[in-house]
Structures are given as structure tokens and as C-alpha cells.
């Protein structure tokens, strides 16, 4: 019986000492290397000084036996503002002594901050991780970002009559807000708005030439840039002590709300709101004058005129919001609080939806006056020739209807260009925003 024993325990010894062996075996050929998910890690386009979102990957050992690296560090030696830890190990700037088993694998994790570069434009930051291995082989592995310098702004309050114009950037953290009787000139400038930042205005807006969207420069996904993404910023706030509001050649997209006129007034040329969490334009018993004009993709309505009068010439609303099967309408109008008067002249308004144009009467006492001109309507048609005149009423039977009238609707993607395509009976009759072979409208 004890023979029995020692032999069975000679056998379990001998087999847990070879396994243990041979997962413990570990060369020093220079033939005998790792492999790696990727060659380049890159990280998005950020701005300076704003730490990047964290991009990981694997090293991997597929060799027949295990590895040790003794050094990992950056090239730079940390002065390219990467971050870097390998299987736990911080560089600071280098960690040392890994053992990677024949089959097994490490996960690295990469950030940036970079370093204001002192131009106006993108600049190229790249480093790259290097590791030593037992055997002297040094392995790289590139590390790179686009790094950009922008003007900064946390809660701005406009007291008095001022121009923000920049070759750089703008980000705001928090708010502009304008003071009564106070003039705010934007002009030829980007504006990158942070999570929960607004444009309150109280007083007076002229906007020319400027780009207004969320701060994310980076992917949700691979195929998602978060500049498709709704939602990210609160919008402009025109309230009631606002009047003379001039916006011309600005885009406004990725907001809750992209502009709210509570009593306000505004007028709009050649000007894009698009992707919005909530409504396109939303006038509350204000005057709004809408020319050329694109207001596409948005939660809510893309254009509601809640009261008030409101001209729409030559633009597109179109109403293919992809987040949510209960969007709204393209065009909405109805009484509000002080009656309201809608003309809409060479205007295409369409969508997913049979019918995305609505008329409601709030109050039966206030003033209630529409009136369309050479229009294409996604509606049921109306017989009534003193209001609507010349137009095309679109249903889902046409050949050429919703999003065929644009040159490129990519679903999946969310990638839209609403730029009227030569087929759609909407370019014939020069309905809606046109754009002509030098990109601009006509």
C-alpha cells in the first residue's frame, strides 16, 4: 500500500514539475518576440492642454515559450505629454521586469494632455513606447495625435458692446451670457461648446461666418465621430429684451435645443442648424425671418413658430432624426399667445413621416394666417388657392420623395448632406436651399 502511494505521488510531483516548467521556461532568442492588436495607436484630434479619452492594446506572446521584457518606456521620455501603463505598471518614465507566458498577453493603456504648440492649426504630437526585451531586442510601437490650440472660456458675461474673432478655437465650458441693451459680435470663428454650455442673450446677437457645435473631437465608435452626436451642448437662448438677433453664414449643430426666441426676433441667412435633441428653431411669440436656410434632424420640430411672424424663403427643413422614431414635425405653427402669421416661399418641407407639416389653432380669437408660394409640402394637399400657390405636394408614392431628394442620406453612419440633388422636383423649381456647382447658395 505505501509503494502504491509513493508511486502515485511520484507521478502527481512529476507532472505538476514538468507543467511548472514548462510555463516557467522562458528564452532569450532574439527570434522569439511579441506581437501587438495594433502598430500605431492613435488618439483623436484634441485640444491642448485637455487630456484625451483612454485608447488600450495588447501585447501579445505566440511564441513557444515565455518572454520577459526588463524595460518599458517612452522614447521621449515622457515629454510628449503620453501616458502610458502596461499590466498595471505606470511608466514614470519607465517600468520594468515583465514576464509574458508563451499563449498569454498584456493590456497597455494610453492618454495624452499635450502642451499648447503655439499655432493656430492642428499640430502632429507623436512618441513612441518602446520595449526591451531579455534578449536585446527593442520593440516600438507608435503612439500619435493631432494636437490644437483654442482659446478658452469658463462663464464669460457680455457687459458691454464686444467682438470675439479668433484664428483659434474657441471652447466654452460653462456660458456666454449677453446683458440687456449689450451687442455681441461673433464673427469668423469656431465655437466648441462643452456638456451643459449655452448662448444666453438678453440683449443683442450678430453672428457671421462662425461654426457652433459640441467639443468632442474624438469617436464614439470607430464609424461615429461625436460631431453626429446629439445632444451635446444647450443651444442659444434669444429672451425677451432681445431684439435686431442677425446670424448669417453659421452652423449650429449637436445641441438640446439649437435656438430658443422666447418674445424675440431674429433673422437668419444661409445658415445650417442641424442634429438637434430637441427643437430646430423654436420661435415663442417672436419675428423670425428664415432665408436660405438648412434646419434638418431634430428631436422636437425643426421649425415651430409658437406665435408670431415668421417668413421662411428658399431653405429645407427636413425631419429624418434617426435617434428616435417619435420626432417631430418639419414645420409646426400655431397661434401661441399673440396670433400667428407663417409665409413660406420656395421652401421644401419633408421627412420619414406621411405628413410633417402641421397648422393648429390654439386660441380661435387670435390671428391665424399661412401662406405658401411655389413650395414642395410632405402634407396632405389643401385646395385653397389665395394661401397655396404652386405647390408640389409630396406623398409616399412618389418616385422621387423624402430622402431621395438629397444627395446623400447614410443611415448607419448618420452622415447627411441635404444638398438638393439635380433629380428631385425640388432643384427644377428652385425650392428649397440650392447649391450651386461652387458651393454656394443661389
Known amino acids: 500500500m505505501l509503494s502504491r502511494r509513493l508511486f502515485f505521488f511520484v507521478l502527481v510531483f512529476g507532472a505538476l514539475f514538468t ?26 484630434t484634441l485640444f491642448s492642454t485637455v487630456p484625451s479619452v483612454t485608447k488600450t492594446f495588447w501585447v501579445r506572446n505566440n511564441s513557444s515559450d515565455g518572454i520577459r521584457i526588463q524595460t518599458a518606456r517612452l522614447e521621449r521620455g515622457g515629454q510628449s505629454g503620453f501616458r502610458v501603463n502596461v499590466d498595471g505598471s505606470y511608466l514614470d518614465p519607465v517600468a520594468s521586469n515583465f514576464e509574458v507566458r508563451k499563449g498569454d498577453s498584456l493590456r497597455v493603456f494610453v492618454e495624452v494632455t499635450t502642451r499648447e504648440n503655439g499655432t493656430d492649426g492642428p499640430q502632429l ?22 494636437s490644437w490650440d ?41 465655437f466648441y461648446f462643452h456638456h451643459g454650455a449655452h448662448l444666453t442673450v438678453r440683449g443683442r446677437l450678430q453672428a457671421k461666418n462662425c461654426l457652433m457645435r459640441g467639443d468632442r473631437l474624438d469617436y464614439m465608435f470607430s464609424y461615429l465621430p461625436y460631431d453626429r452626436v446629439k445632444g451635446q451642448w444647450q443651444g442659444i437662448r434669444l429672451l425677451k429684451t432681445s431684439r435686431g438677433n442677425e446670424m448669417e453664414n453659421c452652423e449650429i449643430r449637436n445641441t438640446m435645443d439649437a435656438i430658443l ?4 426676433s431674429l433673422s437668419m441667412k444661409n445658415c445650417i442648424v442641424h442634429n438637434c435633441e430637441g427643437y430646430g428653431v423654436k420661435g415663442s411669440n417672436s419675428d423670425i425671418e428664415i432665408d436660405y436656410c438648412q434646419i434638418t434632424n431634430c428631436l422636437s420640430d425643426c421649425l415651430l413658430a409658437d406665435g408670431g411672424i415668421v417668413n421662411v424663403n428658399h431653405s429645407t427643413l427636413a425631419q429624418f432624426y434617426p435617434f428616435s422614431a417619435n420626432r417631430g414635425a418639419a414645420l409646426r405653427f400655431d397661434t401661441g399667445k399673440r396670433g400667428v402669421s407663417i409665409s413660406c416661399e420656395n421652401t421644401l418641407a419633408t421627412g420619414y413621416a406621411a405628413d410633417v407639416v402641421f397648422g393648429d389653432v390654439q386660441d380661435s380669437t387670435l390671428v391665424y394666417q ?32 423624402g430622402k431621395k431628394h438629397f444627395k446623400t442620406i447614410d443611415e448607419d453612419k448618420f452622415y447627411y448632406d441635404f444638398t438638393i440633388d439635380s433629380i428631385s422636383p425640388a432643384f427644377k423649381r428652385q425650392i428649397g436651399r440650392i447649391i450651386d456647382s461652387n458651393g454656394t447658395t443661389k
Not at 22 to 42: A, H, I, M
Not at 163 to 183: N, Q
Not at 261 to 264: G, K, L, N, Q, W
Not at 372 to 390: A, E, G, M, Q, V
Open 370 to 401: 399661412y401662406s405658401f408660394k411655389n413650395c414642395l409640402l410632405r402634407t396632405d394637399s389643401i385646395n385653397n388657392p389665395d394661401y397655396l400657390k404652386d405647390i408640389i405636394w409630396e406623398t409616399p408614392k412618389d418616385s422621387i420623395e
Open 125 to 146: 504630437v507623436e512618441d513612441n513606447l518602446l520595449l526591451t526585451l531579455e534578449s536585446g531586442v527593442v520593440q516600438k510601437i507608435n503612439l500619435r495625435t493631432w
Open 19 to 44: 507543467a511548472c516548467t514548462d510555463d516557467d521556461t522562458f528564452s532569450t532568442s532574439r527570434s522569439n518576440v511579441l506581437s501587438f492588436s495594433v502598430d500605431t495607436v492613435k488618439l483623436d
Open 150 to 190: 483654442a482659446e478658452k472660456i469658463g462663464v464669460l458675461r457680455i457687459k458691454r458692446d464686444t467682438l470675439i474673432e479668433s484664428s483659434r478655437p474657441v471652447i466654452v465650458y460653462d456660458s456666454i451670457v449677453v446683458d440687456s441693451g449689450v451687442v455681441l459680435t461673433l464673427r469668423n470663428t469656431d
Open 261 to 264: 426666441c422666447d418674445s424675440a
